[in-house]
């Protein structure tokens, strides 16, 4: 006898994703690509492994100002896709990441933020990939063999990317870059969000008191 056993999807990790017209994204990228060639320059040696990381204040820069008003309207969206109520968010952080062959990022979250992301600039093909843990620790007490991985049995998801892609995520959930294997650079702006006004929005209790008290000034 065959039974057909359902099954339900609890606690899901969301990724959201979001790709520029080519032609829309040629033109951004371009522009991008100048300006962080110029911040870059001249230079500083690195060690083996590592990559060149500009100040986290380019939201602030007038040059970025079109991706700062796309990283925004992308974390709207996202506000409403979760029915959030303050869906206002500020960049408190955006920089821009060069690696070169052999650069990498190591696993990392980004703290004390609600949303982060990452904008992609430049991948040479086949090297733009980001990878997501499981951030469930104890999923990693088990792990029996299987015949092909699921996103059930996965412990990790390798996102592929491309230039013009727009790539948000919870600021807790680790991820990293593996080492840029190809003999081109992989050029892309991270970013971190939190609430506009966090206290107001975020940090009041979200019940209310059996005995009501009147508010006086």
């Known amino acids: 006898m065959r039974l057909e056993i359902g099954v339900k999807e609890c ?7 979001l790709d520029l017209p080519p032609d829309q994204a040629a033109v ?3 522009g991008l690509l100048n300006e962080i060639e110029r911040l870059i320059e001249p230079r500083p040696a690195l ?7 500009t100040d986290p204040i380019l939201q602030d820069l007038p040059e970025f100002a079109d ?5 925004l309207t992308a974390a709207g969206a996202v506000g409403e896709a979760l029915k959030l109520k303050s869906r206002q968010f500020r960049i408190t952080g955006c920089w821009a990441n060069v690696n070169p062959p052999g650069g990498r990022n190591s696993a990392h979250t980004h703290p004390n933020n609600y949303l982060s992301g990452v904008y992609y600039v430049a991948t040479p093909a086949g090297q733009g990939r980001i990878v997501f843990d499981d951030p469930r620790p104890q999923a990693f007490v088990m792990m029996p063999p299987v015949s092909q991985f699921t996103k059930f049995t996965g412990n990790n998801v390798n996102l592929d990317v491309k230039p ?8 807790w959930l680790q ?4 080492t840029n294997q190809s003999t081109e ?8 969000l939190m609430f506009e006004d966090y206290v107001d929005a975020a940090s009041p209790p979200l019940w209310q008191g059996t005995v009501k008290v009147d508010q006086r000034s």
């Open 11 to 17: 606690f899901p990790t969301p990724i959201w994703t």
């Open 28 to 30: 951004m990228n371009a």
């Open 47 to 53: 060690k083996p492994g590592t990559n060149w990381q």
């Open 67 to 71: 991706l700062k008003a796309l990283i």
């Open 164 to 171: 013009g892609r727009l790539v948000l995520f919870p600021s």
């Open 175 to 178: 991820h990293s870059v593996p």
């Open 185 to 192: 650079d992989r050029v892309t702006i991270a970013f971190n």
